[in-house]
């Protein structure tokens, strides 16, 4: 990681203090972000908004797709394999996608981060399975997926903290997977919260809100550990990373108005860095806004961000797109 890129931090005004004082790391994103669009029946095709019904099972399979790549990651990671075939088929049998393989990671050194994946791993499988199981014959089936080194390197190299010289690679150490799994866990909390007022059935918005609390505390897991890593080492440069894939995340995913009575914000991204307060130095594990409220996104938002850029409807870890209905970047 380099430290190339390091610039003192634009002041934001009206945000909750713990914020003052951070420093940007990194101002390169992958392209100019449009506008996201918003409202329960409008979707951005192409940067218009279009109206459009869908369904519970069409917001679930959005949800899916997310769960296959975070499964894939965790599974490589841990174990140097991913989902078996069954777990990847389409409700209709087809067989579902293709992997650009991880490698398995040398925990031996980390005991702590490594029974942290273990436990992860388990759980994003078990994503898979419950939300295939509830959308029956109606589930997509797994999309091409690349979590190789190579692919992680490059979102690496859009933030600032790698270069070809010197390529990031999430499975070469215990400090290296968590930023990779840094990479995920954030996004997969805020597209939870953002898909939950689109839910019609209780069922199902109860069932995503499980979900998405498990996510949270994964990203919390993974937050904590970085800043404290961060702060025992900081030749690792591991929390200034988290800083350059906030920035990075945050120029992908747009700029919409301001709302911070749902957690709806253009700098909706957060690393861990502290700060001072009125109160004292703080921490900033949780991303939250004035109020204390996570963040939403869109479906177009992380589209964006797993894209990897803001006008082409595939790339970076989902390669030819993703499954289902909601496909389009915001």
């Known amino acids: 990681m380099t430290d190339t890129s390091q610039q003192l931090i634009e002041s934001f ?16 994103a992958l392209g100019a972000a449009a506008v996201a669009g918003a409202g329960a029946a409008a979707i951005t095709l192409g940067g218009v908004a279009t109206a459009q019904t869908f369904t519970d099972a069409d917001i679930l ?21 991913g989902l078996d075939a069954a777990d990847t088929t389409s409700g ?25 994946a273990k436990e992860i791993a388990a759980d994003e499988l078990a994503h898979v399975r419950f939300l ?9 089936g797994m999309p091409n997926i690349d979590v190789s080194p ?6 690496a190299m859009a933030a600032g903290i790698s270069t070809a010289a010197a390529p990031f690679n999430p499975y070469s150490s215990p400090e290296n997977f968590l930023l990779g799994a840094f990479i995920f866990e954030d996004v997969g909390v805020t597209a939870y919260k953002g898909a939950a007022p689109l839910l019609t059935s209780k069922t199902y918005l109860e069932a995503a809100a499980g979900i998405l609390a498990v996510e949270a505390y994964h990203a919390s897991v993974v937050r904590t550990s970085l800043y404290a890593k961060g702060i025992i080492t900081p030749s690792k440069m591991l929390i200034e990373a988290t800083e350059a894939i906030s ?36 921490s900033n594990i949780v991303p939250l806004n004035v109020n204390g409220l996570a963040y939403s996104r869109s479906t177009g938002q992380v589209l964006n961000i797993v894209y990897g850029n803001t006008t082409t409807p595939s790339g970076l870890f989902f390669p030819n797109g993703v499954n289902g209905t909601f496909k389009a970047n915001a």
């Open 13 to 28: 005004d009206g945000r909750v203090e713990r914020r003052n004082d951070r420093r940007e790391f990194f101002k390169t």
């Open 61 to 81: 399979n959005f949800a899916l797709n997310l769960e296959y790549l975070e499964a894939q990651f965790y599974l490589y990671a841990l174990n140097g394999v």
């Open 92 to 116: 209709t049998g087809a067989a579902g996608g293709t992997v650009v393989a991880g490698q398995k990671v040398d925990f031996s050194g980390d005991a702590l981060v490594g029974a942290y």
């Open 132 to 140: 295939r199981t509830a959308l029956g014959t109606a589930r997509v």
């Open 150 to 155: 190579a692919v992680f390197n490059v979102a």
């Open 247 to 282: 920035n990075l995340r945050d120029k992908l995913d747009g700029n919409p108005p301001e709302n911070t009575t749902i957690g709806i914000g253009a700098d909706d991204d957060q690393g861990v860095m502290g700060s001072n307060t009125a109160t004292g130095f703080a």
